[in-house]
């Protein structure tokens, strides 16, 4: 079957290229921004891709187009097949329907930590031999594809997102998936395009514990009152918890935040050893050893994984040190995950300086919903940068400079690229660490940073 994918260079839809090109159809796809990495995964796949969404891509005579919540009523192309009648489906209803039937599927939800939850887990699995298909929002070092599926395996790992479906299937895309493992990694406000309130992705949450077989199983953390009201609207599975009071626990071995013991039910089970920081790292590590007991796998066999992990590409990544000054590129565009970032890399650090450079370019940032959080969750930062366009596609409809006033001189804004690097390069110096936070492209910021440098 041909299949051509409107929307084919975003995480989700270009790695269910992958998975589709995997199973055997003849995949194209089209995009507004045709861009590495995702570009260069699908091309060398031989998957055709097609920049803009004009209508003559009907010329190509797919048996199937899969739409990616990206495109909109008024998208020409999507006008074309509307016109023409012809056959369309949203991704996450095509992968529910053509893949995910008769596997074990294991959705890592939240609101923060999926991408990272789910590299772990899948690693898991594949270092204990049972060669998990999955399909992940990011690329982890050790599984270096984001995406991957073999005919006839029976597991199946999935980043369980919480964003609308498609313009004509505003349920979050997790309820298409029917996982029997499902972890609920953590539940705040967020998307504040598509839904008016917590409550309202509350509601998404409880339909997705409503698809959990009663011989499944949900794992969340403690404490998290959101999830508690998720929970008390019913619950018809198995619920382990884990942090605090939960039946998965962590202990800190001398002191060391790389090292620390895992705890089930008041029993030690072993220790991690790594390289990767952050509390929220470590509860993400319960929650993926959790779900992989639930598939079979020992505990002791997940802590000997997770202690090999590398972590994924865009968390807290070294893109590179000049001059004794580094260079981080990180996927965190909410101020709970831009805290949460600094936090790991002041642990990092130390007293040296942070240069944090923020693009505030989600849906839910553009509109301010969440502005001002942001002096707060940029705290650990010497300095921030901020990079807010004032016309095109991701403008801002808030005022950086006046957001970010309470910061001081520690604060500042731009909306030239080029002026932007000038400036963060005239404060930099040995010893330094440049952190840039965005969950998109961010104009090549961190090379043009690096040849500056």
Not at 46 to 60: H, K, P, V, Y
Not at 159 to 167: G, K, N, R, S
Not at 175 to 204: C, G, M, S, W
Not at 363 to 369: C, E, P, Q, R, V
Request: aromatic share 8%.
């Amino acid at each position: 079957m041909h299949l051509h994918i409107l929307g084919i260079c975003g995480t989700f839809m270009g790695g269910l290229a992958l998975i589709a090109r995997a199973a055997g159809h003849t995949v194209t796809g089209c995009d507004a921004g045709v861009y590495p990495p995702m570009s260069t995964q699908l091309e060398e796949q031989g998957i055709r891709l097609i920049e803009g969404f004009a209508a003559d891509q009907l010329s190509l005579k797919p048996d199937l187009f899969i739409i990616g919540n990206v495109v909109s009523r008024g998208n020409p192309l999507m006008e074309a097949i509307l016109d023409a009648g012809l056959p369309y489906v949203s991704g996450p209803q095509w992968l529910g329907e053509q893949v995910l039937g008769g596997q074990h599927v294991l959705a890592v939800a939240g609101t923060h930590g999926k991408t990272t939850t789910s590299s772990m887990l899948a690693w898991i699995l594949e270092y204990a031999g049972l060669e998990p298909n999955f399909l992940i929002g990011g690329i982890a070092r050790d599984l270096k594809v984001s995406a991957r599926y073999g005919p006839g395996r029976q597991w199946f790992v999935i980043e369980a997102d919480e964003y609308d479906t498609a313009f004509f299937d505003k349920r979050s895309k997790f309820v298409h998936y029917r996982p029997r493992t499902a972890i609920l990694n953590n539940l705040e406000y967020d998307h504040a395009d598509i839904f008016p309130d917590l409550a309202a992705i509350e509601t998404q949450f409880h339909h997705l514990v409503r698809t959990i077989p009663s011989n499944g199983l949900i794992i969340r953390p403690r404490p998290d009152e959101a999830l508690d009201r998720v929970l008390a609207r019913g619950c018809w599975s198995p619920v382990e918890a884990f942090g605090p009071g939960g039946h998965w626990q962590h202990a800190p071995r001398n002191g060391d935040p790389c090292h620390f013991d895992v705890v089930l039910d008041g029993s030690p089970l072993g220790t991690i050893g790594w390289n990767i920081g952050g509390e929220h790292n470590r509860m993400n590590a319960l929650a993926a050893l959790a779900a992989a007991r639930h598939a079979g796998v020992a505990p002791a066999t997940g802590i000997q994984a997770l202690s090999r992990f590398q972590g994924v590409k865009r968390r807290l990544e070294l893109r590179g040190t000049v001059n004794q000054i580094k260079v981080y590129d990180d996927f965190a565009h909410h101020p709970t995950a831009i805290a949460t970032t600094l936090e790991g890399l002041r642990r990092q650090v130390g007293k040296a300086r942070i240069l944090a450079v923020i693009e505030p370019r989600s849906n839910t940032m553009k509109l301010g919903t969440m502005a001002a959080r942001l002096p707060q969750a940029l705290e650990q930062a010497d300095q921030v940068f901020c990079f807010g366009a004032t016309s095109g596609k991701h403008a801002l409809g808030w005022n950086p400079a006046e957001v970010l006033a309470p910061m001081g001189t520690r604060a500042s804004s731009y909306d030239d690229l080029d002026t932007l690097v000038e400036a963060i390069a005239a404060q930099a110096r040995a010893g330094d660490s440049i952190l840039v936070m965005s969950n998109g492209g961010f104009g090549g910021i961190h090379q043009k940073l690096l040849d500056r440098l």
